[in-house]
């Protein structure tokens, strides 16, 4: 049976027009529910209205029209229990011409209602879940009318509104929203970072309390959503052009959905329509985003339930911005142990968080590389990345239990998840200890050579993990990462101080550190005020780093002038990130030189010395290592834009996370040049990527005769661990082979070595 817009829009108008007066009195609870049941009653044509409330987790007749008066807070029906039961817990609509021919049909005496032959019900709904029941019986047998169903949704909106205010609504309820969310669920995903953690699900953008329904003035809500739709439109726009410089780190196919669905007449047509039946700009978003989650529910097609994820994700988007409540979750503050729930973090974003509350981050997106797995990694929060259906599967407040180790998420687990999970904590804090006992124990292979393995940092309580991990210094200091959770220019004092206290706290052991690489992931809105940087199709490959620290030399100066004046005293280290061609290490090492004779006219103290290396993350200066090794005090190689450059794949792109392996014959031939050749020059050579510090690869790198690594924090225990019990020449010659003849799997033939040899790798 089809219906009209304008029809359906009509008898949902005129039900609510009655409705204002009720919701806007001064009576109680109970009663506006008695006259809510009579106007629908009447309106509709229905003998009989009656609404359900979800108590105590049973359904309870709360207010009827029709059926026996006795029957009200008597009748009780559980979740799944009968038509009204059955509702709740599909959060579905029925609509039977013959009620008690359909099979979860429960017959209760006391209501009288074996009078009436069709039925009709909606689930009232509260946060995507089921907090009550409003039906509608009538005598005659027939299905009610698409307009009539549509007007008891939008009814059952308002009633939404009404009970929670009156306090009726039952918090701690647990109707679930899908039978396929019931209870306890169990989601993978791929460990972006390994841990375990358990708290409450919180999401980044949190869910929009709609607080009032019936609206005022139709003509003002309208204005309302024209001005929404505008605002959005250009953010739309805005994160287009800055593609994955945007804070949101969202991407580039995610974005072309958006787009489409923003400039989507229907969608906005529906919505006000939705309007036109008297409901306020948040209450028709909601309706109409209620309405297509029911339609999607029932298509099981994974292509659009991705597109469905986009449009809840825009329809929340318009929602924050009609409704002003724009703050993201860290803002709000974080009162629980928490766990993040996102499509996909910035660095900067992350960062926002109490790093006291925050256990652990789910992502749907994410990958390896990303900065904000990085950034993460160096904050030990475990996350877990491209999970499905997880904003529709968890609700704000579920409890989580993250298991980085098995790349899972409980969620609402059961006790018998619970115990499993304590007991895999358990075991994980043995290891941990087992990991801390080494601590003093140097990373020197079976055969006797002696690994320099160090720990990445950049943020200032990091330097505290150097004690703790017994590492043997900072091999990659990111200082961008002081200016990502800055909300302006950090100033040269700031800086200064920042370095200097890393310096104290690591006392003889070395730090390196790497000039600002800002771009690409790493967006600093505050220096975009000429908007350049924004404008890049490809921030990656585009205007970052060096290329643009050489350019915007003010900065570079500042930081060259702070990093000198904090290492006064001592041997200072600094590297260059993103060289591509020697003369931009020469222009770099030069303005940093012209730092230091102008602290040395003013009679400040200096650095002992100052050693300057490169990262070398770009392909290209590997062809010029002749030209620029003679210069260089060091080098890095940063696998991880290596890798993006060198695949041409997009470090952070959720599409590409997996594809390429770091064990690729291609990467370790590329390294092992690199190794041969710098060596050769006698410059010492490391690696600081994320590769080095997953055991099986950072064994890889030292079979290529890497010995040198500078990784996160919480890979040292594990990696010294592979060290200690690796034969590391006897890994070379069997790696000389593979390298000339690689095999089918170089990560196979890799394992299999590894445990016949009995490398402990982790
Ligand atoms: C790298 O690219 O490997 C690296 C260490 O730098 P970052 O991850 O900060 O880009
Ligand atoms: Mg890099």
Redesign the pocket.
Known sequence: MSSTPTLAVSAAREILTRLHDVMASRSAAQVKLNQVVQIIGETLDSEVCSIYLLRDGVLELFATRGLKQEAVHVTKLALGEGLVGTIAEHVETLNLDEATSHPDFAYKPETGEELYHSFAGVPIVRRQRAVGVLCVQHEASRRYDDVEIEALQTVAMVLAELIAGAGLIDESATASRDPRETGAVRLTGLKLVEGMARGVAVFHQPRVNIEHTVAEDIEAERHRVYSAFAKMREQIERMTREAEFGTAGEHHDVLETYKMFAYDEGWSRRINEAISSGLTAEAAIERVQQRTRMRMREIDDPLLQDRMHDLEDLSNRLLRIVSGQLSTAAQLGLRHDSILIARNLGPAELLEYDRRRLKGVVLEEGSL?A?VT?VARAMGIPVLGRVRDVRRTIAEGDLLLLDGVQGAVFVRPTTAMEEAFDAKLLIGQKRRAQFAAMRDQPPVTKNGERITLMM?AGLRDDVSTLDVTGADGIG?F?T?FQFLVSATLPQRERQQRLYRDVMDAAGDRPVIF?TV?IG?D?ALPYMNQDGDIATEENPAMGWR?IRLALERDALMKAQARALIEAGAGRVLQVMF?MVSEPWEFDEARELFEAQRKWIAERGRMLPLAIRYGC?L?VPALAESLDILLPKLDFL???????T?FLFAAD?AHPKLAERYDWLSPAILRFISRVVRETKAADVPVGV????GGRTLEAMALIGLGIDRLSITPAAIGPVKAMIRTLDAAALRTAMADWLIKPPASMRAVLEQWSEANQVAIA
């Not at 890095?636 to 290596?642: A, V």
């Not at 600081?688 to 590769?691: K, P």
């Open positions: 590389t900065h990085i990445n990659l990111r961008e790497r690489d690409g790493k780093a990130p990262m993350e890095s190689i940063g696998t991880n834009d290596l993006q470090r600081c990527g994320e590769m």
